[in-house]
């Protein structure tokens, strides 16, 4: 089983910073399949990133994956109010099995 | 447009059993590998099991190996979670998702997720 561990594991920001997620893998992620949804408080996940740094459908282009391997990484440029929530990064290359990380909680300082 | 709820859950003692359901709408639910994923409270996200587009394969997590079992009925387009011999670390948030594609035994990323039925267990 891939064990993914997200860094840090909350992020105080201010609206219009940058802000850098950071998601390692124990094991390579095959042919680069992470993903990383966002979470707000009594909501359903939301797809981001599929492909390390493919943006899903909609998603502003504020929101960037990019990495390989075992180390991937999501930003968001200019932070909006709306950006504060959890995000969760998720490998889906080992069929059958799939692990997410712990999350990393987004917060506005 | 997609539409996935889930129902069933609820507060139920130690050893006891609970299913949950997931109605799909919106799409062809036949055509599509199914998960539950589950969130305790508090927590983050746990995939705990899937079943493939016409119920032959299934996998599960080790936790819930042998007390789970995830099945579907494509004429209703539901699918199922039966969860038996239920321990206090099952309580949770469930949720129905699936990934928009159809390669056989890739799991995709989730593109549609349901809102969640919480489960509690607890005596």
Sequence with gaps: ?109 | QVQLVESGGGVVQPGRSLRLSCAASGFTFSRYTMHWVRQAPGKGLEWVTFISHDGGNKYYIDSVKGRFTISRDNSKNTLYLQMNSLRAEDTAVYHCAFWNGVVPDFIGPFDFWGQGTLLTVSS
């Design chain 1, 1 to 109: 089983e891939i064990v993914l561990t997200q860094s840090p594991g909350t992020l105080s920001l201010s609206p219009g910073e940058r802000a850098t997620l950071s998601c390692r893998a124990s094991h390579s992620v095959n042919s680069n399949y992470l993903a990383w949804y966002q979470q707000k408080p009594g909501q359903a996940p939301r797809l981001l990133i599929y492909g390390a740094s493919s943006r899903a459908t909609a998603i502003p282009d504020r929101f960037s994956g990019s990495g390989s391997g075992t180390d991937f990484t999501l930003t968001i440029s200019r932070l909006q109010p709306e950006d504060f929530a959890v995000y969760y990064c998720h490998q889906y290359g080992s069929s059958p099995s799939t692990t997410f990380g712990q999350g990393t909680r987004l917060e506005i300082k």
